[in-house]
């Protein structure tokens, strides 16, 4: 008697040859692995400090004082000082930086009577700048800076007691400045910032020495990028 073919051994042996093998199968996509890459992609870019942090500052000078080496003529009372003080900062890290600045600032003798302009004060200074956080967006701030100073010209500035036209011609000398404050980051990129201080500037020329010294107060904007 002829054996008839079974038609169900075939199609059990396409099912298997098309079947993949359970080797060949990808395992599902691990979401837990797939967030701890993220969260951990998103530290180290909170953690990579931000390269460059430019600044716009408005000084305010109180308590300012006026010297001179001329004979003995006593230390002079200034105007309140005005200034802005554009910067910027290269960081090192997250908590120090280095950079440049450079102040523009109006100060004049406090003359009983005499209407005195303000001489222009020109300060470039090499600085170096620290914060540290506080409390959520609060940080210390403090800054350090140097270098030369120019004190332009103006005939209408009044002289000097007991001296010529000092005050009226242009002068250079040095300068610096330091002070400690508080900033509050709005974001990444954005914080406000007030520091209170010490600014001194003298000049030398015509064998007299003359000095402006003053308290700023500073306040200004930060941005980071």
């Known amino acids: 008697m002829k054996a008839i073919a079974s038609p169900a051994l075939p199609l059990t042996l396409l099912a298997l040859l098309a079947a993949e093998p359970a ?19 998103k530290a180290e870019k909170d953690d990579k400090p931000s390269r460059i942090a430019a600044s716009l500052e408005f000084m305010l000078g109180l308590g300012t004082t006026f010297e001179s080496d001329v004979g003995n003529v006593p230390d002079q009372d200034g105007k309140v000082m005005l200034g802005i003080i554009p910067g910027f900062d290269r960081m090192l890290g997250r908590n120090f930086g280095i950079g440049g600045e450079y ?3 109006w100060a004049g003798i406090d003359e009983s009577g005499a209407p005195s302009d303000r001489t222009l004060v020109m ?15 609060l940080t210390f701030d403090g800054l350090f800076g140097i270098g030369p100073t120019i004190w ?11 001296s010529g036209d000092e005050m009226r ?4 000398g040095w300068s610096l400045r330091f002070n400690f404050g508080a900033g509050w980051k709005f ?9 209170l201080g010490y600014y001194t500037t003298t000049t030398y020329g015509d064998d007299v020495a003359l000095n402006f010294n003053t308290v ?3 306040v200004g904007l930060r941005s980071q990028f």
């Not at 974001?187 to 520091?195: C, E, L, M, T």
């Open 152 to 162: 332009t010209g103006n005939d209408t500035v009044a002289k000097v007691e007991g």
């Open 169 to 172: 011609d242009t002068r250079f």
């Open 216 to 218: 700023p107060f500073s």
């Open 187 to 195: 974001n990444d990129s954005v914080a406000a910032f007030g520091a």
């Open 123 to 137: 300060s470039p200074h090499l600085r170096a700048r620290m914060t540290f956080p506080i409390w959520k967006g």
């Open 23 to 41: 080797f060949a199968r990808k395992p599902p996509p691990d979401a837990d692995a797939d967030e701890d890459t993220e969260k951990s992609e």
């Open 103 to 105: 102040i523009f600032a």
